[in-house]
């Protein structure tokens, strides 16, 4: 059994890609073959075990939400390792606000000419990096209004993203991992506490370190319109 992270796109908080309970498709997801699903606040965030591939979990995922509560969503199915790495690797330093930060998540290969005349584009006082094929946002002003959208970034590069912001990573990185115990340095978050997790399954939260659904969910929920 691997252990993955699961993030959703374009979680909604109402109309046809809402999800009723994060509680109740939990428990979808544990009559199916995965184990141990824990879930994050209501944008869509949920840690699992799976006998499958990223992508085979990805695809069974999809097709239990739909059979659920009739959602088309894009999963995107990662890992603790590699959204740690994506944190580690922000080219964002103490000059930037580090809740204007945000961490775009894709399962697609990124074309580097697309990549490349995206990266030319001016975006005013929001920026566009990339470090090691992973991309990386800072919107200082309100993200509902933010030209470097998620969906954007998606009809741009051809692709299928989602993007949280680093608060949220850090605590699915933390599920994840209590999942699988390893020694792991702590993840850097000047203080912010974790806020509030939905699954009963989950250890309490502790201070540590989305740019899909609605301005006022993202607000909440950490992922971006």
């Known amino acids: 059994m691997h252990s993955y992270i699961v993030l959703l796109r374009g979680v909604m908080p109402s109309g046809k890609n809402r999800i009723p309970k994060m509680a109740e498709l939990r428990d979808a997801l544990e009559a199916a073959e995965f184990a141990d699903v824990t879930t994050y606040i209501q944008s869509g965030n949920i840690v699992l075990r799976s006998p499958l591939s990223p992508e085979e979990t990805s695809a069974r995922i999809a097709e239990i939400i739909r059979a659920y509560c009739g959602a088309e969503l894009g999963v995107i199915t990662t890992t603790a390792e590699e959204l740690r ?13 580090e809740e204007r930060v945000f961490y775009p998540t894709t399962m697609d290969t990124i074309d580097p000419e697309r990549l490349a005349a995206l990266c ?10 990339v470090v090691a094929g992973r991309l990386y946002l800072y919107i200082p002003t309100d993200a509902s209004r933010s030209k470097l959208s998620n969906n954007f970034l998606e009809k741009k590069l051809k692709i299928t993203a989602t993007t949280r912001n680093r608060k949220t990573l850090a605590r699915l990185i933390e599920l994840a991992e209590a999942l699988s115990p390893r020694l792991a340095p702590p993840i850097y978050n000047k203080g912010v506490d974790a806020g509030k997790q939905e ?23 950490g992922s971006l319109p």
């Open 199 to 221: 699954s009963r399954r989950a250890p309490a939260a502790s201070p540590s370190l989305g740019h899909d659904g609605a301005s006022q969910e993202a607000k909440r929920s």
């Open 85 to 97: 790495a994506h944190l580690a690797s922000s080219p964002f330093g103490a000059d930037y606000l």
């Open 120 to 129: 030319q584009e001016d975006y005013g006082a929001e920026e566009l990096r």
